[in-house]
C-alpha cells in the first residue's frame, strides 16, 4: 500500500473518530460576555449556540466571565465558509493582562474559496511569544462543527483538535524559558479583519462583497481551576496524581498521532526555523520533541 493511500485511511479513521464526540451544555449567557461588535456578536437558541460576524465597518468578540489558572478547556466551531481571505477567527486567547501577560493562542487565518485555513498557534509567557506553529487542517472546518481543546497544566500545554494532539509546549523552566503558570486567564474570542498579514502575508485582501463573514460556537465545557470557584472536581482529582493524569493525557498512542500530525499538517515550527534564530533556537526547543 502506497504512502498516500495510507495516509488517506488514517485521515479517515480520525474523522470518524472525531464524530463520536461527546456533547457539551456550558451556557453561553452564563459563561460569557459579548464585548464589542455591537448586533455582531449572537448567543441564541437558548445560550447554547454563540456566533461573530464580522463586516466592512467592524468585527465583533467575547470574553469569559471567569478567570482560568489550569485545566482543560474544550469549544466546538464552525469557521467562516467560502472565500475567508483576510479574515482571522481567534479562539481562544486565554489570556492576562497587563505588558508581562501570558497568553495561549488558538487562531484560523482565513484563506480563498477552495484553500485551506491556516490553524496559527502560539504561547505567550511574561510578555514574550513568538513561539509560533502552524498547520493545515485535514478536513474542511467551515463544513461541520470540529472541537478544539487547550489542556493547560504547570507540566505542559497540549493543543488537541478533534481530541487529537497537535502541539504540546512543555515547562522548560529548567532551561530557563518562562512558562505561563502563575497568572489567571479569561478566554478571549474574536472575528477580526486582518488583511494585513492574515493571507500570504497580505497578498490577498478581504472582499468585502462576501460579508457579513460569520463564524459559529457551541459545546464550551471547562473541567479547570478559576479564581471565583476553585478547581472543578474531575480537574482536580486528576490534577491530584499529576504525573499519572500527564502520562495518561500523552500516552504512546496520543504521541503516535501528534508526530502524524506534525509530519503531514505542520507547515511552520519556529523550532526549526534557522533563518530567525542563526545563532541558536530558543532553549524550550530542546524540550519539544516527543
Same mark, same amino acid.
Given at each position: 500500500?502506497?504512502?498516500?493511500?495510507?495516509?488517506?485511511?488514517?485521515?479517515?479513521?480520525? &474523522?470518524?473518530? /472525531?464524530? *463520536?464526540?461527546?456533547?457539551?451544555? $456550558?451556557?453561553?449567557?452564563?459563561?460569557?460576555? %459579548?464585548?464589542?461588535?455591537?448586533?455582531?456578536?449572537?448567543?441564541?437558541?437558548g445560550?447554547?449556540? &454563540?456566533?461573530?460576524? %464580522?463586516?466592512r465597518? /467592524? $468585527?465583533?468578540?467575547?470574553?469569559?466571565?471567569?478567570?482560568?489558572?489550569? $485545566?482543560?478547556?474544550?469549544?466546538?466551531?464552525?469557521? *467562516?465558509?467560502?472565500?475567508?481571505?483576510? #479574515?482571522?477567527?481567534?479562539?481562544?486567547?486565554?489570556?492576562?493582562?497587563?505588558?508581562?501577560?501570558?497568553?495561549?493562542?488558538?487562531?484560523? +487565518?482565513?484563506?480563498?474559496?477552495?484553500?485551506?485555513?491556516?490553524?496559527? #498557534?502560539?504561547v505567550?509567557?511574561?510578555?514574550?511569544?513568538?513561539?509560533?506553529?502552524?498547520?493545515?487542517?485535514?478536513?474542511?472546518? #467551515?463544513?461541520?462543527?470540529?472541537t478544539?481543546?487547550?489542556?493547560?497544566?504547570?507540566?505542559?500545554?497540549?493543543?488537541? *483538535?478533534?481530541? +487529537?494532539?497537535i502541539?504540546?509546549f512543555?515547562?522548560?523552566?529548567? &532551561? $530557563?524559558?518562562?512558562?505561563?503558570?502563575?497568572?489567571?486567564?479569561?478566554?478571549?474570542? /474574536?472575528?477580526?479583519?486582518?488583511?494585513?498579514?492574515?493571507?500570504?502575508?497580505? @497578498?490577498?485582501? #478581504?472582499?468585502?462583497?462576501? =460579508?457579513?463573514?460569520? =463564524?459559529?460556537y !457551541?459545546?464550551?465545557?471547562? =473541567?479547570?481551576?478559576?479564581? /471565583?470557584?476553585?478547581?472543578?472536581?474531575?480537574?482536580?482529582?486528576?490534577?491530584?496524581?499529576?504525573? &499519572?493524569q *500527564?502520562?495518561?493525557?500523552?500516552?504512546?498512542?496520543?504521541? !503516535?498521532? @501528534?508526530?502524524?500530525?506534525?509530519?503531514?499538517?505542520?507547515?511552520?515550527?519556529?523550532?526549526s526555523? @534557522?533563518?530567525?534564530?542563526?545563532?541558536?533556537?530558543?532553549?524550550?526547543?530542546?524540550?519539544?520533541?516527543?
Open positions: 500500500m502506497g504512502q498516500n493511500s495510507s495516509l488517506t485511511i488514517v485521515v479517515a479513521t480520525v &474523522l470518524l473518530m /472525531s464524530m *463520536v464526540g461527546s456533547a457539551y451544555s $456550558g451556557n453561553f449567557f452564563n459563561e460569557f460576555d %459579548l464585548t464589542w461588535g455591537d448586533h455582531r456578536g449572537k448567543i441564541f437558541n445560550g447554547n449556540m &454563540l456566533s461573530l460576524s %464580522l463586516d465597518v /467592524s $468585527g465583533s468578540g467575547f470574553k469569559s466571565k471567569k478567570e482560568y489558572l489550569f $485545566g482543560r478547556i474544550d469549544m466546538q466551531l464552525k469557521l *467562516v465558509a467560502g472565500n475567508s481571505a483576510g #479574515t482571522v477567527t481567534a479562539y481562544y486567547k486565554l489570556s492576562s493582562q497587563g505588558a508581562t501577560h501570558d497568553e495561549i493562542d488558538f487562531e484560523f +487565518l482565513g484563506n480563498e474559496t477552495g484553500k485551506p485555513y491556516v490553524l496559527h #498557534t502560539n505567550f509567557a511574561q510578555g514574550k511569544g513568538n513561539r509560533e506553529q502552524q498547520f493545515y487542517l485535514w478536513f474542511d472546518p #467551515t463544513k461541520n462543527f470540529h478544539y481543546s487547550i489542556v493547560w497544566r504547570p507540566q505542559h500545554i497540549i493543543f488537541l *483538535v478533534d481530541n +487529537l494532539p502541539r504540546v512543555n515547562n522548560a523552566e529548567k &532551561l $530557563g524559558a518562562p512558562f505561563p503558570k502563575s497568572q489567571p486567564m479569561r478566554i478571549y474570542s /474574536s472575528l477580526w479583519n486582518a488583511d494585513d498579514w492574515a493571507t500570504r502575508g497580505g @497578498l490577498v485582501k #478581504t472582499d468585502w462583497s462576501k =460579508a457579513p463573514f460569520t =463564524a459559529y !457551541r459545546g464550551f465545557n471547562a =473541567a479547570a481551576c478559576t479564581v /471565583s470557584s476553585g478547581c472543578d472536581p474531575k480537574f482536580k482529582r486528576s490534577f491530584g496524581d499529576g504525573k &499519572l *500527564v502520562a495518561n493525557e500523552l500516552n504512546a498512542y496520543g504521541r !503516535r498521532r @501528534l508526530r502524524w500530525v506534525q509530519k503531514y499538517f505542520m507547515i511552520y515550527n519556529y523550532c526555523d @534557522l533563518k530567525r534564530f542563526p545563532r541558536g533556537f530558543p532553549p524550550e526547543c530542546k524540550k519539544s520533541r516527543v
